[in-house]
């Protein structure tokens, strides 16, 4: 197989590409997600197959999914996502889409593109997040993705960082993912802000309110990565996902909070990487798992 289709299913918006073996981007599509409507998002889906594989011609092709939530040992479906993507858990995709079809766990699928052609290419030991909506996390040991028994290890999302805050969708309290993921947004700005998107934009506008919540928000991104840094030792961690498309106002201020929170024994720090395939890395992940799913 030398050809797939990948499809990142995200809380907000639907990325489809289409990419070869090499990872090249031949094909890609951007939908709207709708999430708290499980009729509409697979429409769209399913759309977004169609029009890729007619833009392929008659090339013979794989569905790779990458979604939330933990998959069967088979990745034939979500087995567990908690509190969104209503339809999702136990959805059988080659069934959906009558064609081979392997769903994975979206931040592995971000981890497995940037392993294989982006940001972590030439790293063994790597920590991946994925920010976004919520926060999605992945692991690279020795080279190889780890994911645990029940395939739940690196949800590094629901990670603890203020056991007094409100908990997330898995019950945790004040969680990663509640610190910065883009879905609590407005109970953070009490209100102010809809999405991270406009918080960003009155940040640089000086918004007095907005530096307050953008800059809580990294300082505890920042304790999150220093207490990764402590358990496994990774070399690098990468960022992906759309809230790193705040560029420098998220990497500086990061940077110096990770300087004063970071144990740095004998010198050593952790790269802080963005990931080079931005907001499609999952797709690409998932296409190139799909591919090598087929060949198995």
Known sequence: MNTAIGIDLGGTRIKGVAVNAEG?????????????????????????VKELREKMSSEATVIGISAPGLPDERNTSITCMPGRMQGLENLVWKDFLQQPAYVMNDAVAAMIAEAKFGAAKTKKHVVMLTLGTGVGGAILID?????????????IGHMVINDEGNCDVTGMPGSLEECIGN???????????????????????????????????????????????????????????????????LFEPLQQFMEQYEWRAGGNKVEILKATHGDLAGAIGAACFAMNKFDE
């Open 143 to 155: 080279g190889k993705p780890y994911q645990g028994a029940f395939h739940k290890a690196g949800h």
């Open 183 to 249: 879905c609590t947004i407005e109970k953070r700005s009490k209100g102010k802000f809809t999405s991270t998107h406009d918080l960003l934009a009155a940040y640089r506008n000086g918004d007095a309110l907005a530096i307050e919540v953008w800059l809580k928000s990294l300082r505890q991104l920042a304790i999150g990565l220093a207490s990764i840094t402590n358990i496994l030792s990774p070399q690098a961690i990468v960022l992906g996902g759309g809230i790193t498309e705040a560029g420098k106002d």
């Open 24 to 48: 090249k981007v031949l094909h890609q599509l951007y939908s709207d997600t709708n999430d708290g409507d499980g009729a509409v998002w697979k429409k769209a889906v399913s759309e977004t």
